[in-house]
């Protein structure tokens, strides 16, 4: 069992930034962001693999989130830069064995924080 808490969201303007932590209960593999809007089914974001040279992110987000690791700390994080009003959702963080952008492939999840982007 590995335990994920996300931290870091809040209300920000469009066009500003924030960062988002997962902060892990012990070492994990692959480490991937999702989200879910108001209505809308919940969505990859990016992943980051267990050394951090394996990322992906959706197109949606490309160019504007960065994911990293600290493995030393057990923290992921989503910087988020040049936030959108569309990017308002709930924003978890889960843990699986591979690199993948699927839900299911996903073992462990967070509790989720919350994105608000204001026009």
């Known amino acids: 069992q590995v335990y994920l808490m996300e931290s870091g969201g809040g209300l920000v303007q469009a066009g500003g930034s924030l960062r988002l932590s997962c902060l892990a209960s012990g070492p994990t593999f692959t480490v991937g962001w999702f989200r879910q809007g108001p209505g809308q089914e919940r969505e990859f974001i990016a992943f980051?693999?267990?050394?951090?040279?394996?990322?992906e992110y959706a197109n949606s987000v490309k160019g504007r989130f960065t994911i990293s690791r600290d493995n030393a700390k057990n923290t992921v994080y989503l910087d988020m830069d040049m936030l959108k009003p569309e990017d308002t959702a709930s924003y978890y963080c889960?843990?699986?064995?591979?690199?993948?952008?699927?839900?299911?492939?996903?073992?462990?999840w967070g509790q989720g924080t919350q994105v608000t982007v204001s026009s």
């Open positions: 980051i693999g267990s050394t951090g040279e394996d990322i």
């Open positions: 889960a843990t699986g064995l591979k690199l993948s952008t699927r839900l299911t492939d996903f073992l462990y």
